[in-house]
């Protein structure tokens, strides 16, 4: 039987100055082996395991560990608990690729085992540094607006618990202030004189805003008469259909739907992000 997942793809960094997550995988790695210790995010125990590294990119498993075993009806249609042995757990799992050379982390989606919010909450903890996964978002509809000039932008901005690390200097002190007001929210509107155009300055401010923790739309018109044009920031998405072992995915044919996954994305990666 077969099942179809959704893929995500991401670029993790680590600390202040948003280094690749490479070397402090390589670290761990060379420290735990394939897999990492298990560490306790918002109130559940959850690993990376099975780490294999081939060349530059990673195979791995990241899971939750769980101790409340489901009960089992049996064919007498009598009800029971599981058994489960002191250190036992259930496990949920997704896969994932991670590429060092492009920093590009592909993801299969189970919300069973957490999502990509726990993989930062885990290896913050697991590397005792904060490490951030930004989702790459889907900007061809953006680059599709931004070819024309462009009269008007506006946008509002709902401040983050915490800035991205990746942020533009002009997010981070936007917000600062805002921070130092106690103001949740903002909106901003840049609008060129009649007849005129904003600078190409704008349209370079339009895609490091695009996506940022605190942006859900970004509102642009083309001219001073023309209606405007509402752009949502909306994750890069692919599918992936894979066969089904009992409750999992068959491994083997998970990585290699990934690699397709990401030969099949790769213009619009390399358009919404850094090179690969």
């Not at 179809?4 to 993790?12: D, G, H, K, L, S």
């Not at 560490?39 to 530059?56: H, K, N, P, S």
């Not at 990119?57 to 009598?78: I, M, Q, S, Y």
Request: glycine share 6%.
């Amino acid at each position: 039987m077969k099942r179809t997942y959704q893929v995500r793809f991401a670029r993790p960094v680590v600390g202040k100055e948003a280094t690749p997550l490479a070397p402090k995988l390589q670290q761990l790695f060379k420290v735990y082996g394939p897999h990492l210790p298990a560490q306790v995010c918002g109130g559940d125990r959850f690993q990376v395991r099975d780490l294999v590294r081939t060349g530059t990119v990673w195979h791995g498993v990241f899971g939750k560990l769980r101790d409340d075993a489901p009960h089992l009806v049996n064919g007498a249609n009598e009800e029971r608990e599981l058994p489960l042995h002191d250190g036992d757990r259930l496990l949920e799992k997704c896969h994932f690729l991670y590429r060092e050379r492009s920093n590009l982390l592909v993801w299969q989606l189970n919300r069973a085992s957490g999502g990509m919010s726990r993989l930062e909450n885990y290896l913050s903890l697991a590397s005792e540094a904060v490490v951030l996964v930004p989702v790459l978002m889907n900007t061809a509809e953006l680059e599709d607006a931004l070819r024309h000039r462009i009269y008007e932008i506006s946008y509002g901005y709902d401040r983050p618990p915490v800035m991205d690390a990746n942020a533009p200097a002009w997010n981070q002190r936007q917000f600062d202030k805002m921070k130092a007001m106690e103001a949740g929210h903002a909106k901003f509107l840049f609008r060129a004189a009649r007849k005129g155009q904003l600078a190409e300055g704008a349209k370079d401010m339009v895609r490091d805003a695009f996506g940022l923790n605190g942006i859900k739309k970004i509102r642009v018109r083309l001219t001073d008469e023309s209606d405007p044009i509402d752009l949502f920031a909306a994750p890069l998405k692919h599918k992936i259909s894979v066969e089904v072992l009992g409750r999992y995915p068959a491994a083997k044919e998970v990585f290699a739907e990934l690699e397709n996954a990401y030969d099949h994305n790769r213009n619009l990666i390399d358009a919404g992000d850094a090179p690969s």
